[in-house]
T-cell receptor, first 113, second 112 residues
Framework: DAGVTQSPTHLIKTRGQHVTLRCSPI?????VSWYQQVLGQGPQFIFQ???????GRGNFPDRFSARQFPNYSSELNVNALLLGDSALYLC????????????FGSGTRLTVV | QKEVEQDPGPLSVPEGAIVSLNCTYS??????FMWYRQYSRKGPELLMY????GNKEDGRFTAQVDKSSKYISLFIRDSQPSDSATYLC????????????FGKGTHLIIQP
């Protein structure tokens, strides 16, 4: 079975640009979460989606948005990129009702120059 | 004060040693406690999870939670060079709305 898949694996963008990151959850998982991991830090929660609805949001500006599609895949969008947005963006999926069974993808490494 | 404190290390021990990794936290609402292992350029991999206080053992790994002290630990017995990685503690109050709160991660090096 495929795990959580994320695309692209690496991305370089210029300040002020927009970026879209994509995630496909494990088959059967209906919940997707997004995390930002800056070098040397633990992941920070950005969003959680379940059944295409936003169920939770971390302390991130409105430049960050996300959505979940009917097939449970998800997109994370970041507008007006800043240098500080450079990080590893991780997607995690888990099954309904689980508060700890999160499976993470390998992430998208975003570099803003 | 951060919600979850974790010593970033690096922690270097010889092969075969017992490793102790720890986190402290301030939010008494946390009920679910997890340990993730992260290799370089990879996503975190769930190792252990515990609900509320108590101990849990899985092979060479033992997780302990002391809610009264707001302190959690992960012990690795008979450590192997392949255990070299960053170990992240993570916590949740449940409900999913706030996601997981992670520590900074401890970089562990097992010397052959």
């Amino acid at each position: 079975d495929a795990g959580v898949t994320q695309s692209p694996t690496h991305l370089i963008k210029t300040r002020g640009q927009h970026v879209t990151l994509r995630c496909s959850p494990i088959s059967g998982h209906k919940s997707v979460s997004w995390y930002q991991q800056v070098l040397g830090q633990g992941p920070q929660f950005i969003f959680q989606y379940y059944e295409k609805e936003e169920r939770g949001r971390g302390n991130f500006p409105d430049r960050f948005s996300a959505r979940q599609f009917p097939n449970y895949s998800s997109e994370l969008n970041v507008n007006a990129l800043l240098l500080g947005d450079s990080a590893l963006y991780l997607c995690a999926s888990n099954s309904q009702g689980s508060f700890y069974g999160y499976t993470f993808g390998s992430g998208t490494r975003l570099t803003v120059v | 004060q951060k919600e979850v404190e974790q010593d970033p290390g690096p922690l270097s021990v010889p092969e075969g040693a017992i490793v102790s990794l720890n986190c402290t936290y301030s939010n008494s609402a946390f009920q679910y406690f997890m340990w993730y292992r992260q290799y370089s350029r990879k996503g975190p991999e769930l190792l252990m999870y515990t609900y509320s206080s108590g101990n849990k053992e899985d092979g060479r790994f033992t997780a302990q939670v002391d809610k009264s002290s707001k302190y959690i630990s992960l012990f690795i017995r008979d450590s192997q060079p392949s255990d070299s990685a960053t170990y992240l503690c993570a916590m949740s109050a449940g409900g999913g709305a706030d996601g997981l709160t992670f520590g900074k991660g401890t970089h562990l090096i097992i010397q052959p």
